[in-house]
Structure formats: C-alpha cells, structure tokens
C-alpha cells in the first residue's frame, strides 16, 4: 500500500401522524404564519403540509418526544459559519425526530475549515480553498455517531494537508491519482480511536464488524479565487448516498445524477469505512450560484421526479444568498411528515458582488 497519505506516526410512526392535539402556527411557502389559536407551545420551524407530533408538544413535556441520549451527546443542533474573503458558507446539523423519539444521538456531522498557502517561498503563496465535509452515519451501525464525526474531522485534516503541497490543479489530479490511497488512510484514522473516550466504542476496531462504524462522506473543496471569466472551479468527492447540488437561477441542480426513477437518492449506500473507490468531480460554478452538501435527511426531500418539492422550491428562494444563522438552523428544523431523518446542509455562497 502506498504510504502517500499516511501520517507521521504510523421512520419512527408517531413522527410521522397528523397531530391530534393542540394548533400549531402553519407556514408555508411564501406566505406568513397562520395561527389557529395564541399558544406559546406552537412550533417555530417551518412547517409543510400537517404538522408532525413533534410540533404539537414543547420539548420538555411529559409526552417525552425529545429523550436525552444515555450513551453519547444527543448533538441536537449543531452549526458553524465563516466566511473566506468572498466565500460564505453556513453549516448546520440537527437531530431528527425518529432518534429524539428513541433518545439516540444525532447520526451526521460535518465540518468546515479553510487552508491558506502561507508559505512566503512557494510558488502556490497566498492561494487560498475552503473545504467543506459531511458523513451521515448508517441507521444500522451502533458506532455510527461516533465515526461520522471522525470521518469529517480527518478528511479535513488530509484535505488540507495535500493542498499544502500543490496548487488547486495538482490537488485535484493528486486526489483523484491516489484516491484509494486516501481512502485507506482515512479508513486507518478513523478505525484508530481511544476506546475510553465519552462515545468511543468501548472495544478496539478490530473487535467489532465495520459495518457497526459505517458511514458515508461528501466533501468539496473550493478556491477563493475565481478564474479569469468569474466562475470558480469546486471539487467534489463522493462516497455513499449523501447529495450535492447547485442552486442556479432560482432552482436546485443535483450534482450527481438520482439513483433510482424516482429521482430519490439509494438508501441502500455503500459506506466511505474500506472503501477503495470513490466518485469524484469538477464542477464550474458561477458568481450567482450556489453549492449545497446535504445529508439525504435534506437532500431527498427537495425534488420529486426531477420537479421540486415545496420544501425545494421554498429553501431555493430563502438560500438563494446568505441567510442568518438564527434564520438558517430554522429552515434546516423544517417539519415535514415522513422526514424524520437527522438532516445537515452545508450551503457555500460567492459574495463578489455586493
């Protein structure tokens, strides 16, 4: 095995009725907030279609919907923006109702870093790339929690130590020469956990089945600067169902074709832990466009038979350019029946023209 990329040292069902309790506040796409009745319960997130059971009960009501998580943080809200220069970009993950019902943690995660050239004597100084990744852990794997973490956390840490040697060109061509390579190494990183950690497996990885940490990976890589015509070059990497798309002239784009008639993404994924392969792309982006990552808690509920959905449509118009993060963690909180799913989004915005 090549020793580039090594380091240094070797649905839950009552989610999903209409409620039978009290109103809550109703809204929809481009329109304002309908109450029924002044109750200071009501839901804050967005809603679409029936509210769900979650939003007819505060969180700490004795119905018990929202279970603490006994075994690991429950991460029912995790987000993160930042800007590079002109690039913003908004990440936010939150638990989903079926693990809040059963008190398990929040199965996605991503992470958001930048590397700068600082290097006054190289060639490639002063260029600059935000890197964004994500990893939904698979419903089935105990462990998933814990290695989706891990599995964002190191590809940015590669990601940024490869583009320290090249430019973005050399980059891409080097991710794409050795990305087995990379993917052996990322598999090692993660599998080589400190057992007593707060969410560790409590036992080595040699003593549990892979598929027990499973997990899928979506990553891009964006310059700071744009090329001579204003687009910018991103590079995308892929590894199990998680979608990306472009947000260009007011609609969504999947970056990567549907897998099945139905324009859903598979839900049976192949995983990023032991892979030795993985879908790569380049993708010209203009100074109006957008890039969303998503888990498919986000990314199969925007289109429907090639068509958006009124969830699609409305986060189109609302993501168009940056939101706030107040205003972004609620969107991403949307109800919608049947999407009980842990959701993340990771939205990269060009703010060239002010």
């Known amino acids: 095995m090549s020793r580039r990329f090594r380091s240094a040292k070797a649905s839950g069902p009552e989610s999903s009725e209409a409620s039978p309790g009290p109103p809550a506040v109703i809204e929809v796409a481009g ?11 009501a839901v804050t997130a967005r809603v679409y279609g ?14 018990g919907w929202w279970k603490a998580s006994a075994d690991a943080e429950a991460n029912d809200v995790q987000a993160h923006v930042g800007t590079l220069g002109p690039i913003a970009i908004a990440g936010v993950s ?17 992470g958001v ?21 994500i990893s939904d852990g698979m419903g089935s794997a105990e462990h998933s929690h814990y290695s989706a973490r891990m599995v964002a956390h190191h590809t940015l840490v ?15 061509r080097t991710i794409t ?12 990183r993660t599998l080589e956990y400190r057992t007593h950690e707060f969410e560790a497996p409590g036992v080595s990885s040699t ?44 609609g969504w784009q999947p970056i990567e074709p549907a897998k099945d008639h139905e324009g859903l993404w598979s839900s049976s994924t192949q995983g990023v832990l032991g892979a030795t392969a993985m879908v790569t792309t380049e993708l010209s982006l203009g ?12 990314g199969n509920f925007l289109m429907f038979n090639g068509a958006p959905t009124l969830l699609g449509h409305d986060l189109a118009r609302r993501w168009e350019r940056p939101v706030g993060l107040h205003d972004y963690i609620r969107d991403v909180s949307f109800e919608l029946q049947s999407a009980d799913d842990d959701r993340t989004a990771a939205m990269v915005w060009f703010c060239d023209e002010q």
């Open 207 to 250: 003593h549990l089945p892979l598929d027990s940490l499973q997990c899928t990976l979506t990553f891009a890589v964006v310059p700071r600067r744009p090329e001579a015509d204003g687009t910018r070059r991103a590079f995308l990497g892929f590894v199990g169902d998680s979608p990306a798309f472009r947000l260009a002239d007011g």
């Open 287 to 298: 100074p109006r466009d957008a890039l969303l990552l998503s888990s498919d808690g986000v």
């Open 94 to 110: 939150v638990r989903g109702n079926k693990h809040r019902l059963r008190g398990e943690p929040n199965q996605d995660s991503f």
């Open 177 to 188: 020469t050795y990305e087995k390579e990379f993917l052996q190494e990322l598999t090692r």
């Open 113 to 133: 870093t930048v590397h700068r050239h600082d290097d006054t004597e190289s060639e490639h100084q002063g260029e600059e790339f935000a890197i964004v990744a």
């Open 31 to 41: 329109g304002a907030p309908i109450p029924d009745e002044p109750d200071d319960r």
């Open 158 to 172: 590669m990601l940024r130590q490869e583009g320290k040697r090249h430019s973005f060109p050399d980059f891409i």
């Open 50 to 63: 029936q509210p769900t059971t979650f939003g007819t009960e505060p969180w700490w009501s004795s119905k």
